[in-house]
C-alpha cells in the first residue's frame, strides 16, 4: 500500500512539475511571433487544461503526502519530508493564487476579447509559475539530501 500512494506522489509531482518546465521552456518561449490576440487565446486554452491537471496532482499530493507523513512518527520523520511538506504547502497556496486572481482576470479577459488585458493577466502569472517550479526544485532537493 505504501508504495502505491509513494507512486501516486511522485507521478502528481512529476507531472505538475514536468507541464511547468513545458509551459516556461517550450510553450511560451515559442509564441513571441504570433499575433497577440492568437498567443493569448493559446495560452488561455492551454492553462484551462493544464491548470485542470494541477488541481488532481494537488488533491493526490497532499493526500498522499500527508497519508505518508502521518503514517510514520513525525518525530522520528526525516527533516527534509518536513521541508517538503512545507514547500508543498506553499506551492499549493500560490497555486490557488494564480487560480482565483491573475488566471480569473485571464478568463475574463478573454472572454470579452480583451487582448491587452489578457496579456496583462499572463504576465502577471508568469512570476509564480517561475516562482512554483523553483520551490518545487528545492522541495525534490530537501527529500533527497536532507534526511
Known amino acids: 500500500m505504501y508504495e502505491t500512494i509513494k ?5 502528481s509531482a512529476i507531472v505538475w512539475m514536468g507541464g511547468m518546465a513545458f509551459v516556461l521552456w517550450a510553450l511560451r ?10 498567443r493569448v487565446t493559446l495560452m488561455g486554452r492551454v492553462l484551462s487544461r493544464f491548470f485542470a491537471v494541477v488541481w488532481l496532482c494537488i488533491a493526490l ?12 512518527d ?20 500560490i497555486f490557488a493564487h494564480i487560480w482565483f486572481a491573475p488566471y480569473r482576470q485571464l478568463r475574463r479577459a478573454l472572454a470579452q ?19 512554483n517550479f523553483c520551490l518545487g526544485w528545492l522541495a525534490v ?3 533527497v539530501i536532507w534526511r
Open 74 to 93: 513525525m518525530r522520528l520523520a526525516p527533516k527534509g519530508w518536513h521541508a517538503m511538506s512545507g514547500l508543498g504547502v506553499l506551492m499549493c497556496l
Open 29 to 38: 518561449p515559442s509564441l513571441g511571433g504570433l499575433a497577440p490576440e492568437v
Open 61 to 72: 499530493l497532499l493526500a498522499s503526502g500527508f497519508w505518508m507523513l502521518l503514517s510514520a
Open 7 to 11: 507512486w501516486l506522489h511522485l507521478a
Open 141 to 143: 532537493a530537501a527529500v
Open 113 to 131: 476579447a480583451d487582448w491587452a488585458e489578457a496579456g496583462k493577466a499572463l504576465a502577471r502569472i508568469h512570476p509564480f509559475v517561475v516562482t
